[in-house]
């Protein structure tokens, strides 16, 4: 790819990381993906401006990536550069009592770590989530009960085009698990939550009671994108492909979790092509046998 030299030089002069060649199944929670030309760690919002236009005017293929759980990348990688909004920009800090603003690489478990030392409730439900709170937004991911539309008041993105805007939740048309942002390349930068005053052993007791029902009841111990299959309206995925004997299914070394029916998980050296073929066999033989039509949740890159 072109022009790499000299947005190696910009990366350096931004405080950013590029790594060339990159295998994505390193950045991914399937452990799945093969290489992009470029993956850069943004450290700053200025620097993934100067980024954005650069690529923009060089006509380089660009997206962004956060902690990479709802992604499947295909074997032939991405041809672009990926911008990684990870570690290096997830500062998160009090903006008043009850606002809390995070920069958009913070993990949902550290901004409700976060809420909890300051005895502020609301994050409960969310903070076993493995993404990213930009992520999050994103999709507007949710969990027992509760979603990001819960405790957003507002969010700053670049646009494609490297401007920058601050929005309201009001604006952000979040529904389930979408918001104005879904299939745009808009990046979200920071995002002000607005949580309770609360008791810290109560808040405490129901992270922990929560994660111990992700752990028993979720493959965490297999690489996953977590739900591969949206909720269809009226049903449960997990239902139905359980009803349906997909439970331990597999292709390669994609497999239908034999503990969850919703996660379709990698075993050991599962492709990109492995997980396609299997959930095409899963909805499938859902929609023959029930007659409801699942789609996948996770994002394709390729
Ligand atoms: C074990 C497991 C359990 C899970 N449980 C749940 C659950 O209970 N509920 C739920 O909703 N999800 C769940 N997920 C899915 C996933 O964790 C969420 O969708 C999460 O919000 C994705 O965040 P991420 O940072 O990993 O995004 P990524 O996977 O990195 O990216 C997903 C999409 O968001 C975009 N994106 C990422 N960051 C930004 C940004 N800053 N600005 C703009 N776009 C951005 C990317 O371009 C991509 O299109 C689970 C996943 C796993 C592996």
Redesign the pocket.
Same mark, same amino acid.
């Given at each position: 790819m072109r022009d790499l030299n000299e947005l190696a030089s910009y990366c350096k002069n931004y405080d950013c990381v590029m790594l060339k060649d990159e295998p994505l199944k390193n950045h991914?929670?399937?452990r799945i993906g093969g290489c992009c030309n470029a993956l850069i760690v943004i450290s700053n919002v200025k620097a993934l401006q100067k980024l954005v236009v650069f690529c923009n005017e060089n006509k380089i293929p660009w997206?962004?990536? $956060? /902690?990479?759980? /709802?992604?499947l990348v295909s074997d032939s990688g991405y041809d672009g550069v990926i911008f990684q =909004?990870g570690k290096s920009f997830s500062k998160i800090q009090m903006q008043s009592e009850t606002l809390i603003s995070c920069e958009? $690489?913070a =993990? =949902?478990s550290a901004a409700g770590h976060f809420a909890l030392d300051k005895s502020l409730t609301g994050m409960e439900c969310?903070s #076993? %989530?493995?993404?990213?709170? $930009?992520?999050?937004?994103?999709?507007?991911?949710?969990?027992?009960g509760s979603?990001m539309s819960n405790v957003v008041v507002s969010a700053e993105?670049i646009y494609e085009s490297g401007n920058i805007k601050t929005i309201t939740k009001e604006e952000m048309e979040l529904g389930y698990?979408k918001s104005i942002? @879904?299939g745009t390349?808009?990046?979200?930068?920071k995002i002000i939550l607005k949580l309770e005053k609360g008791k810290y052993s109560d808040i405490k007791d129901e992270m922990d009671s929560l994660m111990r029902q992700?752990r028993a009841k979720?493959? =965490?111990e297999l690489? @996953?994108? #977590?739900?591969t299959f949206k909720r269809p309206v009226g049903n449960y995925a997990s239902f139905l492909i359980d009803q349906c004997g997909l439970k331990g299914a597999s292709v390669g070394d994609a497999q239908v979790s034999t503990k969850h029916a919703g996660?379709v998980v990698n075993t050991g050296h599962a492709t990109c092509a492995n997980v396609l073929e299997l959930c095409d066999f899963v909805i499938e033989t859902v929609k023959e046998k029930t007659g409801y039509e699942l789609e996948l949740?996770? %994002?394709i890159?390729k």
């Open positions: 991914t929670t399937f997206m962004v990536l $956060g /902690n990479g759980s /709802n992604v =909004l958009s $690489g =993990l =949902l969310l #076993g %989530i493995p993404g990213t709170i $930009g992520g999050a937004l994103y999709m507007n991911a949710g969990a027992y979603d993105f698990r942002f @879904s390349r808009c990046i979200i930068t992700r979720q493959p =965490l690489p @996953s994108a #977590g739900s996660f949740e996770p %994002i890159i």
